[in-house]
């Protein structure tokens, strides 16, 4: 064919054209051309040949740019091309690819048949078609489509096959899934038990429907109409007396497309039907869907249930019992007056509506577990518990309904209360006979143990003493004699003083002697009382003494009687040649005195009782080592009054016991001005009117002086009362205060006073036993602005009442 060129030179070309066609069709989706310019006696070797190497270029961009995958093979068959999609698609590389690398990337069932169809229509020069499966890049296998055919020179010359490869996995799974859709509807057509059917509705020329034509139906549509051989007929047809209701509503599914649930019934086929109805195919067919079920039964039993309905209703309305029932989607269907009454709402309020969503308050209670669990299991079950929203107890019982569950309640509060006040009568009383019976047991205990240490000590107090009545000892007798008396009597009389020891105790009457004290002289005064002891024993005292431990506020006797009962515990206890080490360090703002010892040690359980009055480990115990149970429990009221605490460890029976004791230090008041650095300017309380409250008379009078030596101007009241009254007749500076005070304690008081007018308001103090951190701070929450712990130093009291008073200028005073 020949062109001209834009410089007017004529060019001759050679055309050839092969088209590829998609799948088995004989419509070709695409040409392949391929061209070269015939050289002329004008053109030399060279040019030809770059004519050439241009027009194969133009070819494989043309078919790298194409969407399918395109091949060339020589007369062999052998491949000589593979488009660049080929390699994008299957990952090979050129050399991969060629020849019949190709066949590589099909799939191994797929492959050898293949080759068979392809090399045979190579010989045959025949067009071809193969469907096989080809390897992704990824590794997936992809159903394709392989085409061929072969092409020819100008002058018939076979030069092989172009070919294209496209990819049809898609459509073949789209291809499937149709007819599995087909499979699946066709079955479900003729396996519903509903009835179904598609009609065609008949219209007018102004779209009024006038029939409808039946054009499918399944084998329930006869059991459900008994139409017979409907198919092809019109509702008219079978059906003369037809009601007009069944053909409007069919036709405006069909003109509007919107779908329709409905009941109806039809006089002329006495039936009455549950229908679903909805548009299908295009609109301009005016095809309708129906499903339906007879449902004629269903209502004669629903005319039955109504009436029986009205008689159940009525004895709903008459019970006692509150009742409400639930369908299967938790929805009120019913509820009675009593119902009305114990839910606070009316009937009209609830019906239709979720039991959950209306009481939320059920949400994770046993009432909601029990309402679930009958609904699943459909078992009857019951339960009696209280619902906080109503503040009410009630008794629940859940029944199985047909569509839902029914449930009977009553309030039981009053009964439960009864109930509850009756048990707690019976554990009170149980309580009270066993704190008797072991009161009663501990009694005996400890009189047994009384009888026994109080005679022991007579025997030889009266022995001896006989012995020297008949004036038969010699010297040495006689001196042994006097010092065994002067022994058992002293023994003797520490048991007495043990004894009134717990009675002050027991009556809150143990009094403390507070003043600075050295705790490392308190110790050493307590050793020497069980060194002889200790001696005896062949016992090894060792003491680690911190030369840091400041002092502490409180009684000196007191505190070496504490470590006195630690002492005497180790001695008595610690085996033969044993070993007691008395440790005193410093713990934060405490001072911390352990004492250790190698001793018989003790039991695990018993541990919580060894501070506890009369309680001993056991009577073998009592007997072996003697004494009343009562030294510890002493040690740890004479600790606390101290503000300290007092605890033992044992690692067990056999392997000893370490006593600590912790009491508050006096640098505990550190935030208070310092009684040394306190000069006398700064402690002077001249001008201060100062209101003292306490009903102990002794603790009263001594705060009272302890103030007046400052200068203070102190009034001392006994009671929140009479300090109220007071405060109301007069202007105080400051007010300190007890704490545990009878009818009015302390907290009472300042709470009163706040409530007063401003002018009425006044610093104040608490003074008191109750030491712990608890303690401090309902004291600064009920309105005092200091928290001192008794027993107290007499400077400590003055420091905080110059804190509070040193900004405090000349001010007038004068009642309201």
Sequence with gaps: MGFYKPSGDLVWLRLNSTPLFQGDTTTSYAVVTTFSEVASSQHNEPQLEATLRSSEQRFRDM????????????????????????????????EAGLGFGWLDVIHPDDRESSKIIFLAANDRQEAFQLEYRLRRFDGEYRTCIDAGRPWKSADGEFKGYIGSV???????????????????????????????????????????????????????????????????????QLVPDIEDHWIKIYGQVALTGESVRFENGSEAMNRWFDVYTCRTGQPEERKVAIVFKDISDRKLAEKALLSSEEQSRNILESITDAFFALDQDWRFTYVNRQAEHLLERASGDLIGKNFWSEFPGLDGSEFEQLHRRVMSDRVAASLTAFYPDHNRWYEVRTYPAAKGVTIYFRNVTDRKRIEAEREQLLQREQTAREAAETANRIKDEFLAVLSHELRSPLNPILGWSKLLQQGKLDAAKTKTALATIERNAKLQSQLIEDLLDISRILRGKLSLNVMPVDLISVIRAALETVRLAAEAKSLHIQTTFSPDVGKVIGDAG????????????????????????????????????????????????????????????????????????????IARQIVELHGGRIWVESPG???????????????????????????????????????VVDDDADSRDFITFVLEQAGAIVTAVASGIEALQAVEQSVFDLVVSDIGMPEMDGYTLIQQIRALKPKRQVPAIALTAYAGEIDQQQAYSAGF?????????????????????????AKERSLD
């Design 63 to 94: 078919a790298d740019n194409a969407p399918m995958m395109i091949w060339v093979t020589d007369p062999t068959g052998y491949c000589t091309y593979l488009s660049r999609s080929w390699y994008d698609f299957s990952g090979q590389t050129e």
């Design 166 to 236: 496209i990819d049809i996995d898609d459509r073949k799974q789209a291809e499937s899934a149709l007819r599995r859709s087909e499979e699946r509807y066709r079955t479900l057509f003729e396996s519903i038990d509903e009835g179904f059917c598609v009609i065609e509705v008949l219209f007018d020329e102004n779209d009024t429907p006038l029939d409808y034509r039946f054009l499918e139906i399944n084998p329930v549509f006869e059991q459900q109409t008994g139409l017979r051989q409907a198919v092809g007929k019109t509702a008219r």
């Design 785 to 809: 602005q200091a928290h001192i712990a008794k027993p107290v130093d007499p400077n400590a009291v003055i420091a905080i009442v110059v804190q509070f008073t040193k900004r405090l200028n």
């Design 653 to 691: 029976e056999d392997r000893g016991a370490t006593f600590t004791v912790q009491i508050p230090l006096a640098s505990r008041y550190s935030e208070l001005p310092s009684t040394e650095q306190s000069s006398v300017s700064t402690s002077d309380l001249s001008g201060i009117y100062i209101l």
């Design 558 to 633: 007191r505190l070496q009687q504490v470590v006195w009962n630690l002492l005497s515990n180790a001695v008595k206890f610690t085996f033969q040649d044993g070993q007691i080490t008395v440790r005193l360090t410093q713990t934060g703002t405490h001072a911390q005195i352990q004492v250790t010892d190698t001793g018989k040690g003790i039991n695990p359980d018993f541990l919580p009782y060894v501070f506890e009055h009369f309680r001993q480990e056991d009577a073998a115990t009592t007997r072996k080592f003697g004494g009343l149970g009562l030294g510890l429990a």
